[in-house]
């Protein structure tokens, strides 16, 4: 099979297509033809080394393809099912535990950037019925991470008001599941042309970041100084001031990316006296990814995929994604 090697210690230069054996499932295990993976800012920080790997690590958190092989004692699926990769393989349901948070597909081991995989049965959950491989493979992480954001633990409600930022998958999603919600929906972008896609998909208003710095009181302003109920917080501390700014008393912000940074100031203060609700959240589980699904069935969601690569180009893919050229989601196909 063609598979994907990172060379320790990253960079993209250091990855590799190669041709190894087939694995074979053992017991409770599923064969899965590889066809798509989707590209997430985890997997660019494996790539580059930010998040250090071992060395030969197959890349890639998300995985989408169909079973070929079902392992002994292995009830749940049959050959032919299409499945897409859970991103805690062993985190079922439920909080996350120090027994549950480990093994990241395509970082603490090895992931999906290969055509085919051998993985225990309960890391795959049964794709949307009607999905593409690409579109089933955008649904781990970015998708996952929207959902459990804004439903399980910002319980969004019909009326509500969300803020989203910018146009990367996870922002998106959120946005799909808000109008899904029935809730009323704000978003940002720095480009005018990605504003008016984000309108297209149901945003009732729209902010240019750039042309308004401050974005997070132009927010609040247009829901009549009540502020948002809702901020889906990708930036992380190069943005959050403006997220709590943005803010009712009470409200929720899902912390869910690092694109400006690790680290840096947080406006306690504010935090404080308007009463914010934060939640940092780490994608979520099995059954958050099954109740996802259903909903996403039961409201005919289907993702904004950009573009797709070929496997042996990689390099470009990441390339692109880095560029933040894209809308939605960029995806590798196998």
Not at 111 to 134: D, I, L, S, V, W
Not at 146 to 167: E, M, S
Not at 293 to 303: D, V
Request: glycine fraction near 12%; charge should be neutral.
């Amino acid at each position: 099979m063609r598979l994907v090697r990172l060379k320790s210690p990253g960079g993209l230069e250091n990855l590799k297509l190669v041709n190894e054996g087939r694995p074979e499932p053992g017991p409770g295990q599923l064969l899965v033809r590889i066809r798509a993976s989707s590209l997430n800012a985890h997997d660019d920080f494996v790539v580059q080394g930010t998040f250090p790997s071992a060395d030969g690590r197959i890349p890639m958190n998300d995985g989408a393809g169909e079973v070929l092989a079902v392992g002994e004692n292995v009830d749940e699926f049959k050959v032919g099912d299409q499945v897409v990769s859970t991103f805690w393989p062993y985190w079922l349901a439920g909080e996350m535990t120090p027994v549950t948070k480990q093994d990241i597909p395509g970082d603490s081991i090895d992931g999906y950037a290969r055509e085919f995989a051998c993985m225990p049965a309960h890391a795959f959950t049964k794709a949307p019925a009607g999905y593409t491989h690409a579109e089933a493979a955008t649904l781990p992480t970015a998708g996952l991470t929207a959902w459990r954001g804004l439903v399980v633990r910002g319980q969004v409600k019909p009326g509500d008001t969300v803020l989203v930022l910018g146009t990367g998958g996870v922002s998106i999603f959120a946005l799909q599941f808000a109008k899904a919600a029935g809730a009323r929906v704000i978003a940002t972008s720095s480009s005018d042309e990605k504003l008016e896609k984000l309108k297209r998909l149901g945003a009732d208003t729209v902010i240019n970041y750039k042309a308004v710095p401050n974005w997070g009181q132009k927010a609040k302003e247009l829901t009549d100084g009540r502020g948002v109920d809702h901020v889906i917080e990708v930036g992380g501390p190069g943005t959050l001031t403006q997220s709590i700014t943005a803010c009712r008393i009470g409200g929720h912000i899902a912390l869910i990316g690092v694109l400006t940074g690790f680290a840096g100031e947080v406006a306690t203060g504010a935090m404080l006296s308007n009463q914010i609700r934060i939640s940092a959240l780490s994608v979520g589980s099995r059954a958050d990814q099954e109740d996802m699904i259903r909903a996403i069935t039961a409201n005919q969601i289907k993702p904004i995929i950009d573009c797709c690569f070929p496997l042996q180009d990689i390099v470009p893919a990441f390339k692109y994604f880095e560029s933040k050229k894209h809308f939605g989601k960029v995806c590798l196909e196998l």
